[in-house]
């Protein structure tokens, strides 16, 4: 049944798990997941999974981490595509809120209370590394109101994001570009 | 065990099942609620619970729709406390992050996904009909702009509050200030 695991490269088969884990997760809304199954789809032993992730949890927290990964990579690429600046800034968030309607279980699980997000405090945060370098370009520099310009973009992404995962608003491009207008995204980030 | 049935008027059963589930959500976090408990808390039997709520999720839906209007009553009373207008505004949205710090439970039951929040769809809604006028009022009247702010502000506060409920930023009063500063919290809404 299993191939073998030699067919691996050192740190290919974690990233094997993780890539299957992914598919699982947005398969499966998270708690499916099984460890055993996973080793059954990259074809190894299960013997050879828990070397890797010795328990759920420690899966669970690698696929935050690819999730955040992920998340950041993208916003990055929205910013630079808009050419940086306030239209970067605003792609950003546009970015954040299409990654969670495309990953809805991926993105529960960088945030959910007490799981992967919490696991990964402290950690490097690439989304957040961005937000802060984007907001302190913004406001002109770093201080109370860089501080408080990402706090407030994260926090209407953020929400935006969830009230369309919970169906409280529909999860439709336009309402997303209402929502995160450059021209009304912060307006206070430029100084009068 | 059981007091009479006849010792509730009509519909105050109904009320005090609602009060005890409220104290049972924030206590057990929702999934732990059972309904012959909450007979045995009110001192009815449980053929007098099901008369009002047959199963669990009719129960939580009127937990949730018990959300929905006590945090509609604190957000209106915040607004007319600040004196409405711009400084109103932002104390409906300080209202809206400190009821979900408060109600932790009952703030994620009213928007869980399929839950209460789906079933309370199209009943009336205290705290987005609030909104909704604050807004207007803000933007000099219906349109683009007043929705528009309506949709962002409800994002922010949302957003907050699930960022604090879930540990990703900490629940603190400061903060709240910091991001829904009334001299902040959308510029946009008074066109120059």
Redesign the interface.
Known sequence: MSTSESSYHHGALREALVEAGLRALEAAEGSAISLRELAREVGVSPTAVYRHFPNKDALLAALGDAGLTRLGAAQAEAYAAAGGDRAGFAATGRAYVRFALANPALFRLV????KA??AH?GKSDPAWDLLKRSTITLAGGEGAAA??LA??A??????????M?????PADEA?ID??I?PE?F???ANPR
Chains 1, 2 share one sequence.
Do not use: C, E, K
Request: proline share 3%; no cysteine.
């Open positions: 945030f959910a209370h007490g997000g919490a405090a501080d408080r706090l407030q994260w926090s209407i992404v953020h929400g935006l994001a969830m009230l995962l919970d169906g409280r608003l309402l209402t929502v207008a009304t912060f307006p206070s």
